[in-house]
């Protein structure tokens, strides 16, 4: 059985800027893909890499927590350099492929693309419908290339989608986020004209899983991932924390156009999305 476990790292609001460039953070989606038979291998690898450096089998390595210590984390700086250097390393040598969708999000307005703004924009559509098409257009992305995936490597296995739960205070408020992805995805997989002409589309199990990811260690390498694709294409990197030299080592499981060996519009696959202003 294929499995892919999917993370989200940003969200699809406009409301969230950067202050370098005063445009809204891009919104990205990882899947890590693999079969069930890989499962205990990685689990195996992950726990050992956290027992070497003295933290609990079971503790969940979160990238923000990692990148973002709090004065109580467990690990010195020199330390968490050299443990996120390892885990990359880990990643590189299991037996899985990784596919990440990026959308930007930009202003049009007049016809004028990329105009650069001294104040926040008015947006002419509604936020929350904003943040629905730019999660749409990364997750039909997504799709599409694991499917693609799916149908040239994994042709008679059946699919399971793991998506990391959503984060929220209120319960209420998980489901109904948790909802509106699978509102998206089974959106994509029944309309989406690509997706529907693959062979592999018969084999998904429905519906999409939500688990903890503190429960499965894959989901803990999409996020790792997702970080660090998120500070390659801000062209963020740091002396405190070498994450291009991270993205290097990682790369490696970024699914690649068999032919070509190029990774972008594969393993990684980029967009803008327009919205318009007054």
Do not use: C
Request: aromatic residues 10%; glycine residues 4%.
């Amino acid at each position: 059985m294929l499995i892919a476990f999917i993370d989200e790292n940003g969200k699809g609001t406009f409301k969230e800027l950067n202050k370098k460039t005063n445009k809204p953070y891009p919104f990205i989606v990882t899947s890590t893909i693999t079969t069930d038979r890989e499962l205990d291998n990685i689990r195996n690898n992950i726990s050992e890499l956290k027992a070497n450096y003295g933290l609990p089998t079971n503790m969940e390595i979160h990238a923000s927590d990692l990148f973002h210590p709090r004065k109580n984390f467990p690990l010195s700086e020199a330390q968490i350099r050299d443990f996120a250097n390892e885990f990359a390393k880990i990643i590189r040598s299991l037996n899985l492929r990784i596919i990440s969708s990026v959308v930007f999000k930009d202003y049009i307005i007049k016809k004028r693309i990329g105009e650069r703004f001294t104040v926040t924009p008015r947006l002419i559509k509604d936020d929350k419908d904003l943040s629905v098409d730019v999660m749409g257009i990364a997750y039909k992305h997504l799709f599409e290339r694991l499917l693609k995936l799916a149908d040239r490597e994994y042709s008679k296995d059946w699919i399971l989608i793991v998506h990391d739960q959503i984060n929220v205070d209120k319960d209420y408020q998980m489901a109904k986020d948790q909802m509106n992805i699978v509102k998206i995805v089974e959106g994509e997989l029944v309309n989406n004209a690509f997706i529907t002409r693959t062979s592999a589309i018969g084999r998904i199990f429905k519906p999409i899983l939500f688990a903890n990811s503190a429960n499965y260690e894959a989901l803990q390498i999409s996020d790792f991932v997702g970080y660090i694709i998120r500070k390659h294409i801000l062209n963020e990197n740091s002396e405190k924390f070498p994450y291009e030299k991270l993205f290097e080592i990682i790369s490696d499981k970024l699914d690649k156009d068999p032919k070509s060996g190029k990774i972008e519009g594969w393993g990684i696959k980029i967009w803008t999305y327009f919205a318009e202003v007054k």
